[in-house]
């Protein structure tokens, strides 16, 4: 943790800059006058969002500083910033930036010390991706939330606007200013590979009420920037644009009604962010070129038509859909000529960065241009007041990062969340009793402690059951499901949870294995609800959207009376035979009462 006195010495020339009647953020003359002082490649610099390995800004460990010289040729984190003078990082579980929460702070601070203390030095805008749900990056100890499709089932604007607040002190805590969250996508598609349960649901209307409440909750009082993705939306594709390049095929009235809802209400609410999709909607922009590079849809209807006027991020410039067209040369260029202004991780940096360098000098792009997105980054550093502030404290994470009262409330946003859709003869709730839980175990998505198979029998444990539990996999072999359905003769109830079941999955052969046992199933969908269309003999179903322990403790819960099932779907489920039916529209959710 750096001193007092090599914080005042660090910050005092920008805050000096900036401080105007106590206000920073409001002083945009002397924001235009930073960037007017700036070289040409430290403005570069600034357009970029990188990654960078090691818990430390500047002792990171050997492997990582290995990782750092083959993947960027620097050494660590403050290298890094040294050489190409970034204005952002992001902060990823594998890159081993997020061990615990006072070691994110450390290196949070150490990021911000090594650019401060540079000529011109300006703060850092840290970021990450915590959406919740299947997609985090900082762990327990820290306070997880169920993801959006849960609350989407929820229903509550509340809920949501709770969850950004408490998530947005905690990341604020941490050092993290921009949180690539909320998912604005609207699924439609139950075949979506990459945004699925990520997704409030597939009514556009309900998912821009959520989006709207989680971004005021995550911008309150100035405490992270929240970020609108993908636009113009990733909701309908069966392709992930990590690994190729989805088409959406909407219209352009069809984009109105279905896509564009949830980022109008993220921009009514004030975001301070919306990151780009790696997709081709020919329907906005008939050039074959992704969202990220197109002209016509981030300047023409993003800017113009939707009035929108904060920071352009794109997504990853390392996935596929963004690089199937252009070399990794030119796209970093052609974002920026399209409007974006942040350029997020880029495969190579050097050669990214050179490129964006030779453009302006070639003439390709103005420094004008690069001008306009800079200042945009900094009134956005100036708004989460970091020129006056860069640095947090470990009291602060002591004080904020997981307490007791922050995780008592994603255990009740939780249980709103669970959703019971087959109660066949009022099996549920479950009295205490001697309990198998068998079924699928991938690994965990957040930093949570898994197994789910685990998970659930200590929650049952804790709530009176005798609970064992046995892991099957999400494709069980014959002997595997043979011993699921031996140990299933020695217990009174089997809870099963499913993960992704298809129509041909072994999952589905196990779970009707363990229903001609005669004992009571209960399934839980962990991840995607479309399961209960392939479990038509499974006398209890509950959907719990996601694998993480504050879901599946809730979803424990529920089946045993703890808690009421409250949720809703925020998804139709179609017949497993005939996908053109709906088998359980948008809504749908059984109570103990009925």
């Known amino acids: 943790m750096p001193s007092r006195r090599t914080v005042l010495a660090a910050t005092a020339g920008v805050a000096a800059t900036l401080a105007v009647g106590g206000t920073a953020y ?34 990171p460990d050997q492997a990582d500083i290995d990782a750092n010289l083959k993947e960027i040729g620097v050494r660590t984190a403050a290298e890094l910033i040294a050489k190409y003078r970034v204005g952002g990082i992001i902060y990823f579980t594998w890159a081993h930036n997020t061990r615990d929460p006072h070691q994110i702070a450390d290196l949070s601070n ?35 939330f169920p993801g959006a499709m849960a609350i989407g089932a929820g229903r509550s ?80 594709t069966a392709v992930d644009s990590h690994y190729g390049f989805p088409v959406i095929t909407h219209t352009r009235a069809q984009w109105d009604e279905l896509d ?14 919306i990151m780009t999709a790696h997709i081709m909607v020919p329907a906005l922009d008939d050039s074959g070129d992704p ?93 989460l007041r970091l020129f006056e502030a ?27 969340t669970t959703t019971l859709l087959v109660n066949k003869d009022r099996l549920l709730p479950l009295s205490p009793r001697k309990l198998l839980v068998v079924g699928a175990d991938p690994a965990s998505p957040s930093g949570t402690t898994g197994p ?27 002997a595997t499901i043979a011993k699921a359905v031996a140990a299933a003769r020695d217990v009174d109830a089997v809870v099963v949870g499913t993960y992704n079941v298809s129509a041909t999955s072994s999952q589905k052969t196990l779970v009707e294995q363990l229903v001609a046992t005669g004992r009571p199933v209960i399934a839980i969908a962990v991840r995607n609800p479309y399961d209960v269309a392939h479990l038509p003999s499974v006398p209890a179903v509950v959907a719990s959207y996601s694998w993480t ?25 179609q017949r497993a035979d005939d996908p053109a039916a709906v088998l359980y529209p948008i809504g749908y959710g059984l109570s103990y009462q009925t």
């Open 26 to 59: 409001a002083d945009d003359k002397k924001l235009r006058s930073l960037v007017s002082r700036m070289t040409l490649e430290e403005k570069v610099g600034q357009l970029f969002v990188m990654r960078v390995y090691g818990h430390s800004a500047t002792a």
């Open 110 to 144: 150490g990021i911000q010390k090594a650019s401060l203390t540079l000529p011109r030095g300006l703060p850092v805008l840290v970021s990450t991706d915590q959406e919740h749900g299947i997609v985090c990056r900082v762990g327990e100890p820290a306070t997880l």
């Open 157 to 236: 604007r509340k809920d949501a606007r709770t969850l950004g607040r408490i998530a947005g002190q905690e990341l604020r805590a941490l050092g993290i200013r921009q949180n690539y969250s909320p998912v604005a996508d609207v699924n439609v598609n139950p075949a979506n590979p990459v945004i699925g349960v990520r997704s409030f649901g597939a009514d556009p209307g309900a998912v821009a009420k959520m989006v709207a409440a989680e971004v005021d909750g995550y911008q309150h009082a100035r405490q992270v920037a929240a970020t609108a993705k993908h636009f113009p939306g990733h909701g309908d």
């Open 260 to 273: 564009a809802p949830p980022f109008r209400a993220a921009i009514a609410a004030g975001i301070d962010s």
């Open 291 to 383: 969202a990220t590079l197109s002209h016509p849809i981030l300047n023409g209807i993003l800017r113009e038509e939707l009035g929108y006027d904060g920071v352009i991020v794109t997504d990853s410039l390392g996935m596929e859909g963004v690089r199937t067209k252009y070399g990794d040369d030119r796209v970093p260029v052609l974002a920026l000529k399209a409007g974006v202004d942040q350029l997020l991780n880029p495969p190579n940096l050097d050669v990214a960065w050179n490129a964006v360098l030779k453009a302006v000098r070639d003439g390709e792009l103005t420094e004008a241009r690069l001008d306009e997105s800079i200042l945009r980054v900094l009134r956005l550093k100036a708004k």
């Open 390 to 416: 860069p640095y947090v404290s470990q009291a602060g994470v002591t004080r904020t990062v997981g307490i007791p009262s922050h995780l008592a409330q994603a255990d009740r946003i939780a249980e709103r």
């Open 452 to 478: 789910p198979t685990g998970v659930l029998a200590a929650a049952f444990t804790e709530l009176g059951f005798t609970a064992t539990a046995l892991s099957t996999g999400t494709a069980p072999s014959a």
């Open 549 to 573: 322990d504050v879901e599946l403790r809730a979803a424990a819960r529920v089946i045993a009376g703890r808690a009421a099932p409250r949720g809703r779907l925020p998804v139709p489920v």
